[in-house]
């Protein structure tokens, strides 16, 4: 079933975050989901260690490039959904993670630096995509400011628009939340005794994000049958 992958060479991009948010919420949907924690740092690793992780999603932590193309294969196999979870490089296995998506998620950060580091996904997916099916990516806003939008954040959206580079319409903001899962672990559901702040707005914003990513992997599942159709 369908692969999503979060990939940007720019460290601390907000990748794991978004990646964790994402396979957590979709488990709570019942759905069953395989997380290909790909990175040796082994974020994803550590948070399934922590309690209260979903019982119908599982990591995988041992990944190589050897390895991979196998793994996303059989995980999609057996799951409703695959995330994998991307160190910040690019490498033989980033290719490989990339050609086998359903959807690239690019989480950026509202600075032309950041932005400047997107580009170099974007071409990395268009390297993978020659000759074969357009691989759908889409770039994702994270840790933006919850109360305004900075001009810089706004003018960085208004050259994508430009530039007609996909973006979520959807912004992951900076919160206490989507931090606290990794020490609590577990789910945001699971921090409602926790006295966290906000909570329910984090868990609105996680949902939004989810639904729009459910909407581009229909949207890329109807371009690949069409296209299908027409060759
Ligand atoms: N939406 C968010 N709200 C609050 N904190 C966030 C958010 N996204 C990321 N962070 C924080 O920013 C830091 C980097 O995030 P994260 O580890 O998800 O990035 P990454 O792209 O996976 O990094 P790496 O390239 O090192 O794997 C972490 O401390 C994380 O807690
Ligand atoms: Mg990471």
Redesign the pocket.
């Known amino acids: 079933m369908p692969v999503i992958v979060?990939s940007?060479p720019?460290?601390?991009?907000?990748?794991?975050?978004?990646?964790?948010?994402l396979a957590t919420e979709l488990a709570g949907t019942g759905a069953t989901v395989t997380v290909i924690d790909a990175?040796p740092?082994k974020?994803v690793v550590d948070w399934s260690k922590l309690p209260d992780a979903p019982k119908n999603l599982s990591v995988i932590g041992e990944v190589s490039e050897d390895t991979i193309q196998d793994q996303i294969d059989e995980a999609a196999r057996t799951s409703t959904f695959v995330v994998v979870?991307?160190?910040?490089?690019a490498s033989l296995l980033v290719g490989y993670a990339i050609a086998a998506a359903d959807l690239v998620v690019i989480?950026v950060?509202g600075s032309q630096l950041d932005a400047k580091q997107a580009a170099r996904t974007i071409k990395l997916i268009k390297a993978q995509e020659r000759g074969r099916a357009k691989i759908p990516f889409a770039i994702l806003f994270?840790?933006?400011n919850p109360a305004i939008v900075p001009r810089t954040q706004r003018h960085i959206e208004e050259r994508m628009i430009e530039m007609e580079v996909p973006a979520f319409s959807t912004r992951?903001?900076?919160?206490?939340?989507?931090?606290a899962i990794?020490s609590y672990g577990g789910t945001l559901q699971n921090l409602s005794d926790k006295g966290m702040s906000n909570l329910p707005t984090a868990i609105t914003n996680a949902r939004s994000f989810v639904a729009e990513a459910l909407q581009l992997l229909k949207q890329g599942a109807e371009q690949q049958s069409a296209s299908r159709e027409v060759a």
């Open positions: 979060f940007s720019k460290g601390g991009a907000g990748k794991t975050t978004a990646a964790v948010i990175d740092n974020n979870d991307l160190e910040g490089t989480p950060q994270t840790r933006t992951l903001a900076d919160r206490e939340a989507y931090r990794f």
